[in-house]
């Protein structure tokens, strides 16, 4: 197993193990991301607190950016976002379960399976076998000039992709890298909107709040105005979002250039000299153990206050749920429509 695959296996049991505790607390409160305010403002409020234990997973487990598990734990917390929305969670990719994608196809076949033919389809699903990528854990899309990775997706056989998020890590070399992450993802949004045009379109971008010190000032700066332009025109982002995570100097950063360990090449189905053979799966360890290692998580904080209210989770999120829910029939996602017309 290469030291990316292996990094990922024990990433996957850490977000996992995270992801399940926050969703069995979840439906013992109130079961819905959104609220209502006294003066009738509807507002959805994302779950912070799971964001922050995802983003100490990478800390704890040194893991260079180019593994692509600091990018993952983004992915991870928006496909859940979205399942708390009350979207369908098999639809939601990535999946809180391998196989990550899951055809809707394949969920039809599941639901009707005898309970012979359900040990049969899931002991193959569940093998880490991506079976000519229509499982597994990348999504490609084709976009209107090119296929592009897309991180986290809803889409099902019947509508096509509701949902297409694309999310961005920036750690250092923040003068370094920024200009090519922005102009990567302006691109990735032109490219998705032409074939797509009533998906729900967002771009997510966290940078450490080391980019707010004097000597990147400036940079930060043409960064978070460059965000809020991505979001300003009617064939490209629907929505973007920023979060500024923070955590000791002392704990080690992870390693690498801020790539994302992405190959455009790969996502074109030009090589597959960088595909993984299979899915890396969560490690079989006992609760107590994945639990051991979670309390060891470094602490992560989020600088709430330097992110525009435009830019926020807050609105991120209820911009893609409502986008969506207004571009469906009545009939389409009523679970997702009952949360919010319920909030608390």
Known sequence: MSDAKSLKAQAWTLFDRIVELAAASEGRTTGTPWFRYADGRLTYW??????????????????PSQSGVPALGLDVWTSYELRRAGFEPDLVWPRATPPRILPSTLVALRREATREQLRVLDSM????????????????????N???????????????????????RMDSSFGKNAANRVEESYGDAKNLRSRHPQAALGF??????????????DVAAWIVDLLGKLGRE??????????????????????????????????????????PEDEPLPLELPESEVDRQLRQLPAVELNRKAVPSTLSPEVFFATIVNRVLDNSPVNFHREARRRRANPA
């Not at 779950?47 to 487990?61: E, K, N, T």
């Not at 499982?135 to 976009?143: M, P, Q, R, V």
């Not at 064939?235 to 190959?263: N, Q, T």
Request: glycine fraction near 8%; charge should be negative; aromatic fraction near 6%.
């Open 146 to 168: 090119y296929v592009k990775q897309v991180d986290v997706v809803m889409s099902a056989w019947n509508t096509g992709p509701e949902i297409l998020i694309s999310t961005k």
């Open 125 to 144: 699903l569940q093998s880490g076998k991506t079976y000519n990528n229509e499982t597994g854990a990348s999504a490609n899309i084709l976009g209107k």
């Open 234 to 275: 009617d064939d490209a982002y629907d929505a973007v979002c920023l979060i500024i995570p923070e955590w000791s100097d002392e704990v080690a950063e992870p390693s690498g250039d801020d790539g994302d360990g992405e190959d455009p090449l790969v996502s074109a189905g030009l090589t597959s000299a960088r595909l």
């Open 46 to 63: 994302p779950d912070y607190a799971v964001l922050q234990q995802l983003l100490g997973v990478p800390l704890l487990l040194n893991a």
């Open 204 to 217: 997510l971008f966290s940078l450490r709040s080391t980019a707010l010190k004097p000597q990147f000032e």
